[in-house]
């Protein structure tokens, strides 16, 4: 089981959603029927994570709650659980859900490996003064620094940082940022759903300093990779990015 969890993780990781999704359901479903449960909450997190990504946050969301049913006895997995609480900070705060996501985050354990990279998320939506600004900017560089060793973490702690100096409206630094993510997710070629993303925020940026070839570039590969791999949230955003560029080059 704990291979055929693995291979669907790899198959998420490539794109093929459908097929992931297959593979863990069938997961969840054999482990219940022999009372494997800790196995089973290990499928059941997977499929969340999986259903985040394709903006089923409702699924993964009961996929979450599943896994709380079950007695501390038959889940003794702390990792598990504390993972299980960092995906639901993770879709409240994609859901805009800010007081729900700062209310969770204060059940994380000080000790939780995530708690910077979400504490991180947080004040991405939620900069609004300089001194919170350059909390932000000294947390970024601590974790840029903690995570050199990850590609797929900095491209996202890049991604976070770039956000921030969009809201600020500071789009050289906010591109710069962005650009480094694009490069680091390209190269490693795991991520497509991170990728397309980025991709499209980064033309949004794009057209702002009127680099529309560039934008309209990424925003065909974002949308090409969004259909494949069936992220209809990301691809809405894409196609919203697609119609602001036309009438940008049209006027």
């Given at each position: 089981?704990?291979?055929?969890?693995?291979?669907?993780?790899?198959?998420?990781?490539?794109?093929?959603?459908?097929?992931?999704?297959?593979?863990?359901?069938?997961?969840?479903?054999?482990?219940?029927?022999?009372?494997?449960?800790?196995?089973?909450?290990?499928?059941?997190?997977?499929?969340?994570?999986?259903?985040?990504?394709?903006?089923?946050?409702?699924?993964a969301i009961v996929a979450l709650n599943r896994i709380d049913t079950?007695?501390?006895?038959?889940?003794?997995?702390?990792?598990?659980?504390?993972?299980?609480?960092?995906?639901?900070?993770?879709?409240?705060?994609?859901?805009?859900?800010?007081?729900?996501?700062?209310?969770?985050?204060?059940?994380?354990?000080?000790?939780?490996?995530?708690?910077?990279?979400?504490?991180?998320?947080?004040?991405?939506?939620?900069?609004?003064?300089?001194?919170?600004?350059?909390?932000?900017?000294?947390?970024?560089?601590?974790?840029?620094?903690?995570?050199?060793?990850?590609?797929?973490?900095?491209?996202?702690?890049h991604i976070l940082i770039g956000r921030v100096y969009q809201s600020?409206?500071?789009?050289?630094?906010?591109?710069?940022?962005?650009?480094?993510?694009?490069?680091?997710?390209?190269?490693?070629?795991?991520?497509?759903?991170?990728?397309?993303?980025?991709?499209?925020?980064?033309?949004?940026?794009?057209?702002?300093?009127?680099?529309?070839?560039?934008?309209?570039?990424?925003?065909?590969?974002?949308?090409?990779?969004?259909?494949?791999?069936?992220?209809?949230?990301?691809?809405?955003?894409?196609?919203?990015?697609?119609?602001?560029?036309?009438?940008?080059?049209?006027?």
């Amino acid at each position: 089981m704990d291979l055929a969890i693995g291979y669907g993780i790899c198959q998420r990781h490539l794109g093929q959603w459908a097929q992931a999704h297959s593979i863990f359901t069938a997961v969840v479903q054999f482990t219940g029927m022999f009372g494997l449960f800790s196995t089973q909450a290990d499928a059941l997190l997977e499929l969340a994570v999986l259903l985040h990504h394709q903006g089923d946050y409702v699924g993964a969301i009961v996929a979450l709650n599943r896994i709380d049913t079950y007695p501390d006895p038959a889940i003794a997995n702390l990792e598990l659980r504390n993972k299980v609480l960092a995906k639901r900070i993770e879709i409240a705060l994609e859901r805009n859900n800010l007081a729900d996501a700062k209310s969770l985050f204060t059940l994380l354990p000080n000790k939780e490996v995530r708690r910077l990279m979400l504490q991180l998320e947080i004040y991405a939506k939620d900069v609004t003064t300089q001194t919170d600004m350059l909390f932000f900017a000294s947390l970024g560089k601590k974790l840029l620094s903690d995570y050199s060793f990850s590609p797929s973490l900095k491209a996202r702690i890049h991604i976070l940082i770039g956000r921030v100096y969009q809201s600020t409206l500071d789009v050289k630094s906010a591109i710069k940022h962005l650009g480094i993510a694009h490069s680091l997710l390209t190269d490693i070629d795991n991520d497509p759903f991170g990728l397309a993303r980025t991709q499209s925020n980064l033309a949004a940026l794009l057209m702002d300093s009127n680099q529309f070839i560039d934008a309209q570039e990424l925003l065909k590969s974002a949308a090409n990779i969004q259909r494949k791999i069936g992220d209809p949230v990301g691809l809405a955003a894409t196609q919203h990015n697609e119609r602001v560029l036309v009438r940008k080059i049209v006027n």
